[in-house]
């Protein structure tokens, strides 16, 4: 039988469906319920979590049909079935319907055995009878807006910097405008430095357009029930850096040099690294003319518009799956951005009002509602966020293809794509097997389909002009993805430069990436264990699948953030599990949760502090919560009876931090073993060296801990009094620095002193300039981004240990 799920944001919503769905098909249909959230003063709202064992509930092969009542249910909805592994999603969907008429014509199909196609389509067509009785009625009554709801409500407001380098761009905007919807509060934000604003925070095109850039300070302001959680939720947002970091690209590849511009050379802009050698290929993609007429019927309208919206949120969601699946998580983010905006009342009010208002018909109206917005990004200043207008008109791009009944090609079989541009959803289709290069007449490096285009190490060179558009299908194309040149049916010279560095360059990839396996060892000799930094499973079947022979860093964090209470014991020790039986016997590190007053938990209870850098964070934190600390320790236990799991504690400042908190490690293993549950006798427990006392103390930590492992990123800013998210400051924030790298050297002859191994897990762990160094300075474990491996080991394997150790020196110096 298929079952159901009801999500609602009220869980005497979601009871009273269920009363009916019994009521009509009977007490043995299969419904699992997910109202509400648990929290005593605020229960309403939906919780991916609960959403997703609703789901187990009920699982079975035969499918499950979920209902829904609000948007962000939706989305919590989404959440909850990415959690699945991709054969069990294939059987779960999200009824588009009715939560009550839906709920209702569901139960009975489920109940007389309907395959699942069968039940999603009576949900969907619930409502048709309900409309057809009172389609005589009609009305067109604007909806009250967040602000005259909670209009006497007192407002609360908070200042903000934004730090990370490209400001409130489309995926930082993004997880702006997610987590203010998630509250029950009207929130606005204003830019003060330049003066623009304020405007709706749930508005992903209105956030966009403010162009808050880095260095630039927010205002946020909120009324209603929520108003100081969504100004915690915002703030915490903030202290992580809206979510963004930047990435390590690959070192530039050796390349044709020429002197002077060549006839027939056109020259653009470097959007993704790498060159090709192929056959043109022509893309122009051409929608028919938009039509002008009028129409008679603004309701019906209105829902063409809205199939084809959604039709296009589930194109985009597809393009997120396939990124995510491929472990590009980051670049996915364009597309969660991008289903955001077509979900702005900013994009689909001036759309709903021409229809009903002038009954313009649905594509000219929703046409001229995106260009109204592009036009806004289009007169910004900053060049990234000007950038972000190719954003709207990609989306306003497919919902017309749906509305006009257009089908789009699918790329495959191709060698060079020449196109005017590319949009995100075209660029994520691509196959690198197949699209060796992209080259394009317009676009921007910043633009979303450049990222997509490197993450999937396409090479591409951007802003071409009108002239790469008169190349012939077939013509024979040389791309420089690192200069941004493109070279049309070259000569022989050009061909004989182009073979020679792309073979070169391709020995080198090659041979990095064929012994992505193999150790680590110097020209000499010496081995250096290269690891991985993760904060999933996928993660760590990356990690795997890259040649990472360990994990040097596990962030737990990932468990305890987003959410109204902490994570039991049993859902700790499911996911520890599912990540070491995912590292084939590899050897994990597990950090203890690194929270403190700047990342701050609902249900823990933490002091405000001034500076929250210098306060109550990592190890002091859990050893103020016994209870949460003991929670986390017993579930990383009873992982470690099975498979080679070791303990890491974060910002360990003194002896008797590590002393207690091995204290609370040895209490919890007595209490396992009271219950039977089979525990190590020992497991390796290290500390993280992140503070200057912890590294300048080192020898006395070595005779006591199993293993260090250094965080560069907050040793370096509390060395240098320097916070690397402060643009004042940032200039100062050298992990190269001659003090920071002898802290590093005094953890390494303290831990060797006395037998103890010494990794690095902080971003120097994965940096092609600091690599050599700290293999040079002793360092036995470097630690990074899954991708950065192959690379990483190719570098150490040029090295000579002895050189590497003089370089050391003299760096120290």
């Not at 005497?12 to 007490?27: D, F, I, N």
């Not at 084809?308 to 393009?319: C, E, F, G, N």
């Not at 630690?783 to 990483?792: D, R």
Request: aromatic letters at 4%; glycine letters at 6%.
């Amino acid at each position: 039988m298929v079952g159901l799920v009801i999500v609602s944001h009220s869980a005497k919503l979601a009871q009273g469906v269920a009363e009916l769905m019994r009521g009509m098909a009977g007490s043995d249909v299969q419904i699992a319920l997910a109202g509400g959230i648990d929290l005593d003063n605020q229960p309403l709202g939906t919780d991916a979590n609960l959403i997703h064992r609703a789901i187990v509930q009920v699982y079975s092969d035969e499918g499950v049909v979920v209902l829904v009542d609000l948007g962000s249910a939706i989305l919590s909805t989404e959440l909850a079935i990415e959690m699945f592994p991709p054969a069990q999603r294939a059987h779960i969907v999200i009824a588009p319907a009715p939560l009550v008429e839906g709920g209702l014509a569901a139960a009975v199909q489920a109940r007389l055995g309907s395959p699942l196609e069968t039940v999603v389509n009576q949900a969907r067509n619930a409502l048709r009878a309900k409309l057809a009785q009172l389609e005589h009625i009609t009305f067109d009554v604007p909806l009250a807006s967040d602000a005259q709801q909670f209009a006497d409500e007192p407002v609360l407001e908070t200042t903000l910097l934004v730090t990370n380098r490209l400001g409130l761009h489309a995926r930082p905007a993004a997880k702006f405008v997610r987590t203010a919807a998630r509250f029950n509060a009207a929130v606005r934000v204003q830019d003060l430095t330049n003066a623009r604003g304020p405007v709706n925070a749930k508005s992903i095109n209105a956030v966009t357009t403010l162009g808050v850039l880095q260095g630039h300070q927010i205002k946020i302001l909120a009324r209603g029930a929520d108003a100081q959680d969504a100004l915690d939720a915002l703030q915490e947002l903030a202290r992580e850096n809206f979510g963004d970091h930047e990435t390590l690209s690959p070192p530039a590849q050796k390349i044709p040099q020429t002197s002077a511009r060549v006839e027939n050379e056109i020259v653009g802009h470097a959007a993704s690294p790498g060159y090709a050698l192929g056959s043109a290929r022509l893309y122009r993609p051409i929608l028919p003319a938009i039509p002008h007429n009028t129409i008679d019927d603004p309701p019906r309208e209105w829902a063409r518009l809205n199939r084809a919206i959604r039709a296009a949120q589930i194109q985009l969601q597809q393009a997120h799956r396939a990124l995510m699946e491929g472990g590009n998580s980051d670049p996915a983010e364009i597309f969660v951005a991008q289903m955001l905006m077509l979900q702005d009342e900013a994009l689909q009010e001036p759309a709903r009002r021409a229809i009903f208002e002038h009954k313009i018909n649905a594509a000219r109206a929703f046409e001229m509602a995106a260009a109204q917005i592009a036009s806004q990004y289009d007169a910004l200043e900053d060049e990234y966020l000007r950038a972000r207008a190719a954003d709207v008109r990609a989306v306003s791009h497919q919902v017309l293809i749906n509305l006009l009944g257009v089908t789009q090609t699918i790329f495959s079989d191709q060698d060079i794509l020449v196109a005017p541009d590319l949009t995100p959803a075209e660029t994520a289709q691509l196959d690198p097997q197949s699209v060796h290069a992209i080259c394009t007449a317009y676009g921007a490096p910043t633009g979303h389909s450049a990222i997509l285009a490197k993450s999937l190490g396409i090479p591409a060179v951007v802003a071409l002009g009108e002239k790469i558009l008169r190349v012939n299908d077939g013509d024979t194309l040389i791309v420089d993805g690192t200069r941004g040149r493109v070279w049309v049916n070259p000569s022989a010279e050009q061909l004989t430069d182009y073979e020679k560095n792309r073979g070169q360059a391709d020995r080198v990839a090659q041979n990095a990436n064929v012994a992505r396996h193999a150790p680590a060892l110097t020209r000499d000799g010496h081995r250096v264990e290269i690891a991985a930094n993760i904060g999933s499973v996928n993660d760590a079947r990356r990690a795997v699948e890259m040649g990472a022979e360990a994990i040097g860093l596990f962030r737990t964090e990932f468990l305890f953030l987003n959410r109204r209470d902490a994570p039991g014991e049993q859902e700790q020790f499911e996911t520890y599990r599912a990540v070491a039986v995912a590292l084939q016997n590899r050897a994990l590190v597990i950090r203890t949760l690194d929270i403190g007053g700047d990342k701050p938990l609902p249900y823990v209870d933490m002091p405000l502090e001034a500076n929250p850098f210098l306060g109550m964070r990592g190890l002091r934190l859990s050893l103020a919560q016994p209870e949460l600390f003991k929670t986390q320790l017993r579930a990383i236990l009873r992982v470690a009876e099975e498979f080679p799991v070791r303990v890491m504690f974060p910002m360990v400042s003194t002896l008797k931090e590590f002393r207690d908190a091995k204290t609370l490690l040895n209490e919890c293993r007595a209490e396992l073993r009271t219950q039977n549950i089979p525990v190590p006798e020992h497991i390796e427990t290290g500390i993280m060296v992140e503070v200057p006392s912890a590294a300048l103390h080192a020898n006395a930590f070595a005779r006591e801990i199993d293993f260090f492992s250094i965080g560069t990123n907050d040793l370096t800013q509390y060395t240098l009094a320097a916070e690397r998210g402060n643009p004042n400051v940032a200039g100062l924030a050298d992990s190269f620095h001659p003090a920071v790298l002898k802290l590093i050297a005094n953890v390494v002859q303290a831990a060797h002193a006395h037998s103890k191994r010494v990794g690095v897990c902080g971003e120097m762990g994965g940096d092609p300039r600091a690599i050599p160094l700290l293999v040079g300075l002793g360092i036995d474990e470097l630690s990074m981004s899954a991708s950065l491996i192959p690379q990483a080991k190719e570098m150490i394997r040029e090295v000579h240990f002895a050189d590497a150790q003089t370089d050391a020196q003299r760096a120290m110096e």
